[in-house]
């Protein structure tokens, strides 16, 4: 479990999940979501979306696997959507796909987690904890210049298509990793709701980018 910023670097990991655990227990016993949950996290407070008077938490991208909170947004579930939740769920894809280049990065540079590692699980997560650490540093030390040309493709944001990392190219074992599956019944409550539905209004309007119709129509 793992969270980045948006220079590729990793500022969260929990290593260490069995692969026995249940899905859902993955996020909710880490440490990482206790720490969310309380409030101990350090978040930074509220601030204004751009362009707007509309004061809005600051909140972490994830995906279906992950509840819906006031410090986690997740798409909009189901196939039959309107346009502006599919929108949304479009914008959201494309801040994850951050989180998705950087993983990609950390396993083209150590290949060891091409095959599963044979060794104990305490070696294993020191293993893990050091290439992330390797994995910082030298995206501090080279810079965006060599991250970004080696594994990262720029230039198209203006058409919808940036941060789609050359390490897609590299095969890699389908049955190496495992993909964490939908949490349980993902409930919450009214006021997150109505959190989502403010931040898709904003994608929508003010927030919004001049190709993301275009996308979302091809879909």
């Not at 260490?16 to 655990?21: D, I, L």
């Not at 601030?47 to 909009?76: C, H, Q, W």
């Not at 939740?85 to 894809?93: A, D, E, I, Q, T």
């Amino acid at each position: 479990m793992a969270v980045c910023d948006a220079d590729y670097k990793f500022t969260f990991v929990d290593i260490g999940a069995p692969g026995s655990r249940s899905d859902g227990g993955v996020f909710s016993d880490t440490q990482f979501a206790r720490d969310l949950d309380i409030g101990a996290f350090r978040i930074p407070p509220d601030a204004f979306l751009p362009g707007s008077t509309t004061l809005f938490p600051n909140f972490i991208v994830g995906d279906e696997a992950f509840p819906l909170k006031s410090y986690i947004m997740r798409p909009y579930p189901g196939q039959y959507l309107d346009h502006q939740k599919r929108v949304f769920n479009y914008r959201l894809s494309r801040a994850q796909r951050i989180i998705e280049n950087c993983f990609g990065i950390l396993v083209a540079k150590w290949r060891i987690f091409f095959t599963p590692i044979h060794t104990s699980l305490e070696k294993v997560n020191l293993i893990v904890m050091s290439c992330v650490c390797l994995h910082n540093f030298l995206r501090v030390r080279d810079g965006v210049t060599v991250i970004t040309a080696r594994y990262i493709n720029v230039g198209d944001a203006d058409q919808g298509d940036a941060d789609n990392g050359q390490w897609r190219n590299v095969p890699v074992p389908t049955d190496t990793w495992d993909r964490i599956n939908r949490l349980g019944a993902n409930n919450y409550t009214i006021e997150v709701k109505k959190l989502r539905d403010t931040l898709c209004i904003y994608l929508n309007g003010i927030g919004k980018v001049p190709w993301q119709n275009d996308i979302v129509n091809r879909q």
